[in-house]
């Protein structure tokens, strides 16, 4: 019964963030005719304002985000044509990151550094744990450095998830907001709700956290045994 409970609890944790995070999208994505413009146009306005005009606006099929290696702002279709609040809110969001990126900020290129790290480590890790078992009757020395690597490779994703989080929550609050507040684009009615999206943008990667230290919970607690 324990073990059931906590696992209900850690499923809590790790998919309520996601569920409530698409609530909130979802209940501001209707189309606003009293909008001037759409999410594409927000960015590139907020964009040009800022003097960052090397930075372009695409559409994507790959979800909301800023890549710094293209130098693109890239939303989803429906935030890219949509005269919708969660539309021109998270096209802000993204453009914080790309202030992140113009400002040259620590924590942004830290993320950025740890992201290849961990992509190449997350590739190796599940090489390096099916080969372990393997390598302790070839060779037991080999086989505990193999298992080190995989720990290390799974502590770097955490790492890289918890330089994100402050990153993101930047995004939205240190970046986004002020320019929103000080441009008077929305209501007081919609900036209230604004924080809300801007509250699920940050948070958006909070379930990759939680899975990650779950995964090397788990992990640890095998090698006890």
Not at 13 to 35: A, C, Q, T
Not at 68 to 93: I, Q
Not at 194 to 220: D, E, M, P
Request: without cysteine.
């Amino acid at each position: 019964m324990l073990y059931a409970i906590v696992a209900l609890v850690f499923l809590a944790i790790m998919y309520l963030p996601g569920f409530w995070v698409r609530s909130v999208l979802k209940k501001h994505s209707p189309e606003r005719n009293d909008f001037p413009g759409n999410g594409a146009e927000m960015a590139r306005h907020l964009l040009d304002k800022l003097d960052i005009g090397d930075v372009v606006v695409e559409v994507t099929e790959h979800g909301d985000h800023y890549d710094p290696n293209d130098k693109a702002v890239r939303l989803t279709k429906d935030k890219y044509e949509g005269r919708t609040l969660t539309g021109v809110v998270v096209a802000a969001h993204e453009v914080g990151h790309a202030v992140q990126h113009h400002r040259n900020e620590r924590l942004f290129n830290l993320r950025g550094s740890l992201a290849k790290l961990t992509y190449l480590a997350s590739r190796a890790a599940p090489i390096l744990l099916a080969a372990t078992p393997l390598l302790v009757w070839v060779n037991p020395v080999l086989s505990r450095w193999t298992l080190l690597a995989a720990v290390l490779s799974m502590l770097l994703g955490v790492l890289m998830n918890l330089v994100t989080l402050p990153v993101e929550w930047d995004a939205s609050f240190g970046k986004a907001l002020p320019l929103l507040e000080e441009g008077q684009y929305l209501s007081a009615r919609d900036m209230s709700s604004a924080r809300q999206i801007l509250t699920a943008a940050a948070l958006t990667y909070v379930a990759a956290s939680l899975a990650s230290l779950l995964n090397l919970g788990v992990l640890a607690r095998l090698l006890r045994r």
